[in-house]
């Protein structure tokens, strides 16, 4: 194992990264912060050179033998990736992926004589960025990550993906493969294609109409900036979720329409109100329940260094800053920043800025 001692390896390296780009870049990260020895291979040579370059690894050579296998390749390769993980491996060779839907790799290997040695895996992190430079050692620290044995999966691979899982700094969360694609229809792929949606509406608009962008927009629209080849391919490998949601939401939209056109305020009221309940079922900072919040707004100057104050001098409150948002006024050389906080803080968070000169408001 190269010198790497049993206590630092947590009992799964080496571990072979099949795949360099962001994830997989990542994850090798991760592990050589852990002090795990890792193996790359990817089929692009840049990629190799960048991430092993970045102290990710080294490139895999004959004769390595992984006790762990990472398949982190985009979605239509991930079954034949897997596969071929499987017949290279070792006899106690673990195989994960790491690919964002999970009934159809694993249905790619079923039958294969070393099924019960592969475990799916998806880590809830990522970037609108791609490729090994947007990697990073924390990228998956306090995200979830699920873990989705089969039926027949062997029990011991099981606990090498937790540990790889614990290695990254990630939570585990358990679900059938099943189970995993419906969640991840309804609280990634959907939204990513929403997104996506609402903002082709801005493409060819009129200057003067994106005039008036505000942070709002860009919220929404945020993560369609990713790669649309890839989102196409994660979101087609799980049409059957997909579908079924964009069909409950077909509903939801057809209500809005008609609501609007029929000037129904109720209508449109309750609907609004139901977005809202959505908004307070989504789990809070670590998982925990939602926390009372109140949001500080505060001009900072548009030049270097304000910010670093800003920072500074919100410390000095010792009051915790749970999320910031930064939004530009188009008409003046500042930007107005956001700091959430927990409601019963803002007040003191407010005076603390406000006795050191900065223009602050809730």
């Not at 296998?69 to 060779?93: N, Q, S």
């Not at 994960?96 to 079923?110: H, I, N, R, Y």
């Not at 979101?235 to 997909?242: E, L, S, T």
Request: charged content about 20%; some cysteine.
């Amino acid at each position: 194992m190269s010198g790497v001692s049993a206590q630092a390896d947590r009992g799964i390296g080496p571990v072979e990264i099949v795949g360099a780009g962001l994830i997989g870049t990542s994850i090798a990260l991760a592990c050589r912060r852990a002090g795990i020895e890792v193996l790359l291979s990817d089929v692009a040579p840049e990629h190799l050179r960048t991430a092993s370059g970045l102290g990710a690894g080294r490139a895999r050579e004959d004769g390595d033998v992984a006790r762990l296998v990472v398949v982190a390749v985009p979605p239509d390769h991930l079954g034949e990736a897997i596969r071929a993980a499987l017949d290279a491996a070792g006899p106690e060779t673990v195989v994960t992926d790491v690919g964002s839907v999970k009934s159809g790799p694993l249905a790619a290997v079923e039958g294969h004589p070393a099924v019960s040695r592969y475990v799916g895996s998806h880590p809830m992190a990522g970037s609108e960025r791609s490729g090994p430079l947007a990697a990073s050692a924390s990228l998956f620290d306090g995200r979830p990550w699920a873990i989705t044995p089969g039926g027949g999966t062997s029990p011991d691979a099981v606990h090498a993906v937790e540990r790889l899982v614990e290695v990254c700094g990630a939570v585990p969360v358990r679900l059938s493969p099943s189970e995993h694609d419906r969640a991840v229809a309804r609280t990634s792929h959907v939204p990513h294609l929403l997104a996506a949606l609402v903002a082709g509406t801005l493409a060819g608009a009129p200057p003067q109409h994106l005039a008036l962008s505000g942070q709002g927009v860009r919220d929404v629209t945020r993560v369609a900036a990713g790669d649309p080849g890839l989102y196409s391919q994660i979101i087609g490998a799980n049409a059957i979720a997909v579908t079924n949601l964009l069909a409950e939401l077909q509903q939801r939209l057809d209500l809005a329409a008609e609501a609007v056109a029929a000037g129904d305020r109720d209508g449109l009221a309750s609907l609004l109100a139901h977005g809202v309940a959505g908004t307070r079922a989504i789990p809070g900072k670590h998982g925990g329940p939602l926390q009372a919040m109140a949001t500080v707004w505060v001009s900072v100057p548009d030049h270097p260094g304000e910010l670093a104050r800003l920072f500074a001098d919100a410390g000095e409150s010792d009051v915790n800053i749970e999320d910031v948002r930064i939004d530009h006024d188009p008409g003046r050389p500042v930007g107005l920043v956001e700091l959430d906080v927990a409601a019963d803080r803002a007040t003191a968070l407010l005076d603390a800025l406000e006795s050191r000169g900065w223009d602050a408001h809730r």
